[in-house]
């Protein structure tokens, strides 16, 4: 096969699907094999000139950490590997046009990625019903907290510390695999009236696998990031400054997941012993 990206393959099988739309669309079992011989493709197109991929990706985070020091910006650089099938996503990225479950995917490093909002957002959650929970804060304290880590918005809303960069595998045997989801049931209404009428019917779709280790970074603009450290460092066992408390955080969220279905089997990563805190001089 001729070396392409994988998002211009993705392109053209879509492009494919309309043009035989009229015939998958009558006939159950070449649509199945059609989805199923896109799937088998992508994998293997995904699969070309990886190490210069992930060489790409290595070279990006180089130059990203130099810029961070020459601005004077602390920051934290990560390494996680996934435990579990990831799907982040979802709702419209790679493979949504045709398997209805999209992956995130950078085109230009042809490559997945976990997008620093996602990263933030999940941070996000998770410190909220921390402090709510087990630091048993009331909701006005637990807003304190959010605002001086993750910023505010409204009239008098404010940008918050932390920037979060896109996440990246930078170590991989293979980017995709193949997975399925069964839906059981039809639209309101219309499902089975008992567990025996169930007919699941296998949806193929793509995910990021096992063993594909991320890099990612957070850096910190200003110094309203200590704000949030006294009602945190309650509840663990050592001194979460500067770095600490980001390593603290951005492994919870790991351990917790990212992306979809984090609480059936995907989405949990775990931090390796690559972890750098730069601190800027500060």
């Not at 999209?102 to 957002?121: E, F, Q």
């Not at 001194?239 to 980001?246: D, I, P, T």
Request: aromatic share 8%; net charge negative; with cysteine.
């Amino acid at each position: 096969m001729e070396f392409k990206t994988t998002y211009s393959l993705y392109e053209e099988k879509v492009l494919e699907m309309l043009r035989q739309y009229p015939t998958l669309s009558k006939d159950k079992d070449k649509r199945v094999e059609f989805k199923h011989d896109c799937i088998e493709k992508l994998i293997q197109v995904s699969r070309q000139q990886l190490n210069i991929k992930l060489k790409r990706a290595r070279r990006y985070y180089g130059e990203l950490e130099k810029a961070l020091r020459e601005a004077g910006l602390p920051y934290l650089y990560m390494e996680a590997v996934t435990e579990e099938p990831l799907l982040v996503g979802s709702s419209d990225g790679l493979g949504y046009l045709l398997f209805e479950v999209g992956v995130s995917w950078d085109t230009v490093l042809d490559l997945p990625v976990i997008r620093g909002s996602a990263v933030k957002g999940a941070m996000r959650s998770l410190v909220h019903h921390y402090a709510l929970g087990p630091l048993n804060m009331k909701e006005k304290e637990a807003a304190a907290v959010e605002k001086a880590l993750f910023g505010s918005t409204g009239k008098d809303g404010s940008a918050g510390p932390l920037i979060f960069f896109d996440a990246y595998p930078v170590k991989a045997s293979r980017l995709l695999e193949e997975d399925i989801v069964n839906p059981h049931y039809g639209r309101a209404g219309e499902g089975p009236r008992t567990e025996l009428d169930v007919e699941p019917v296998p949806v193929p779709h793509l995910v990021v696998p096992e063993d594909v280790v991320f890099g990612f970074v957070v850096a910190v603009v200003g110094d309203r990031l200590g704000a949030a450290l006294p009602k945190i460092e309650e509840a663990t066992s050592y001194k979460l400054e500067g770095g600490g408390l980001l390593a603290f955080l951005l492994g919870a969220v790991m351990h917790a997941g990212l992306g979809g279905r984090s609480l059936k089997g995907y989405g949990s990563l775990r931090p390796t012993s690559v972890v750098r805190w730069e601190d800027a001089g500060r």
